[in-house]
């Protein structure tokens, strides 16, 4: 090794070895405690001990998610172009809180939402050419609050601050929490929150009749439905809500509808994906994250909406300590009126750079690549009958479960699902997840990890296969000794 000698073999980093990953994750959990000092130093430290710290007993206790064999929730990817920007916006550390406090700030910003929207192929309103525009958020969840915020100010505008009671939120059974947590922030309570019921029949997606129908009943007990949120490729699996359907109702009843598209949004940039996207016209706001699955390290999350001035009349507050000529003559953007709060970084960055470096063409190829994995993985869960694929596989997201052979718990595999994912995640050879639908214990495997080929997906289906094959077998067993 070239490193001068300063450290021995024993003490390399070595990130995915999934003996020491075991052996210290357990420890670290307890202990993380313990093995550092209850108080910052009151003098400054040697580099190489804050180095060697970082090795011994930080690294040990992550989930490594850049690993190829990460196949958990939904993917964060990191790239060097991503890193390249992220690396700029740190060393410039400009906080671009207004137009004026750091212009190419935000016009890159505006350049570079206009050209993902133009990917996107979303409609017009959503340029910054017309009343409405982008933003970067942090995450989908400040998003889908800010706009959940808007949507109540603007109601409350018409029918009046005392009318809060009476408004109602929607969305489907598999929204993303984060909805949950907006509505709590917004003053919006359960007894006000719609959720509408899906199953395999429409594919996990809303049915727009029952949407249609929770409707009509509040409006006829008197209640004003003013926010509906939909999902093109929900977090438990990957389903999708028809928005041109669902864009009918929400228009005919005036509400604010906003679409999810977190992780899926990214698969839109590929033409035949698009179609997921069909109806974005009747839309409000549009949220997906390039720091899930479009190479942009965390955090970058775009928001589109319709009109602007919904953003500014609730989040504007013009003190007189920001006042400035521009801002004054209202030509220019001053992104801290679109968010909650006031600093923000240059994110933008890291997005232009990642789609000047690979350009559109690339960054579809590597989208596909995924899915086209994705697909692989899924032959082989259907190649083997003890298993069967729960959802279709609509994006890189594989939803399966192992076949209940002798339904002793009854609980239709519940218990053997668990089981077993725990198990495979015990090799420390692969990651991956479960989520829970129509009471079901279904295994997630998401594609999506930058590193990620089709040995990997291979070796991964080889774990999997084994550690069914021991469960079988233990419960075979056991049967015997209890006879
Ligand atoms: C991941 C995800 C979110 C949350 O994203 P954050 O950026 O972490 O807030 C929201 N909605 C969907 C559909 C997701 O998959």
Redesign the pocket.
């Known amino acids: 090794m070239s490193n001068g000698g300063n450290v021995r073999e024993n003490d390399t980093l070595k990130p995915m070895d999934s003996k020491q990953l075991r052996e210290y994750g357990h420890r670290m959990l307890d202990y993380l405690k313990d093995l550092l000092p209850d108080a910052a130093p009151e003098q400054p430290e040697n580099f190489q001990h804050v180095l060697d710290d970082i090795t011994k007993k930080i690294i040990p206790g992550l989930t490594h998610w850049q690993s190829p064999n990460f196949f958990g929730y ?1 993917p964060g990817n990191s790239s060097i172009a991503g890193f390249l920007g992220e690396m700029i916006c740190s060393g410039l550390n400009v906080i671009g809180l207004s137009w004026i406090t750091s212009p190419a700030s935000t016009e890159l910003e505006v350049i570079v939402l206009d050209w993902l929207a133009k990917l996107l192929n979303l409609p017009d309103q959503f340029l910054s050419t017309g009343h409405g525009g982008g933003i970067i958020q942090g ?3 400040e998003a889908i609050l800010v706009v959940l915020l808007a949507a109540r100010d603007k109601i409350l505008e018409r029918i009046g601050r005392n009318s809060m009671d009476k408004l109602v939120v929607y969305s489907s059974d598999q929204v ?1 929490s ?1 909805l949950k947590k907006a509505c709590q922030i917004a003053g919006i309570y359960n007894d006000n929150f719609r959720i509408i019921k899906t199953d395999a029949s429409s594919g996990y997606g809303i049915d727009p009749l029952n949407l249609d129908q929770a409707v009509h009943v509040d409006i006829e007990a008197g209640l004003i439905p003013f926010f509906l949120c939909a ?1 093109v ?3 438990s699996s990957a389903s999708v809500d028809p928005l041109v359907k669902i864009g009918k109702i929400t228009e005919e009843n005036a509400m604010w509808f906003h679409v ?1 598209a ?2 899926a949004g990214s698969a839109c940039i590929c033409p035949e994906y698009r179609h997921y996207l069909d109806g974005l016209e009747y839309v409000d706001s549009f949220c997906m ?1 390039p720091h ?1 699955w479009l190479l942009i390290n965390f955090d970058c ?1 775009t928001l589109w909406v319709k009109e602007r001035s919904a953003l500014v009349n609730s989040f504007g507050t013009n003190p007189d300590y920001l006042k400035n000529k521009m801002s004054q003559q209202k030509n220019v953007v001053d992104f801290n009126d679109w968010q909650i709060p006031l600093g923000r970084r240059f994110r933008s960055l890291k997005l232009w750079m990642v789609l000047r470096l690979y350009g559109a063409d690339k960054l579809r190829g590597y989208i596909r690549n995924h899915i086209n994995l994705a697909k692989q993985f899924e032959q082989l869960v259907r190649s083997d009958s003890r298993f069967e694929i729960v959802c279709p596989t609509l994006f890189s997201l594989v939803c399966f479960r192992f076949l209940p052979y002798n339904n002793d718990n009854d609980d239709d595999g519940y218990e053997l699902n668990s089981q077993l994912l725990d198990a495979i995640n015990s090799t420390g050879q692969l990651f991956f997840t479960h989520t829970i639908i129509s009471d079901k214990y279904i295994l997630r495997f998401a594609v999506g990890a930058v590193l990620t080929e089709e040995r990997h997906i291979r070796e991964a289906w080889k774990v999997i296969q084994n550690q069914a094959t021991i469960i079988s077998n233990n419960h075979i067993l056991s049967k015997i000794n209890l006879k």
């Open positions: 939904y995450t989908a969840s993303h984060s999902t490729g929900t977090t999810d977190a992780y994250n899930k999350s």
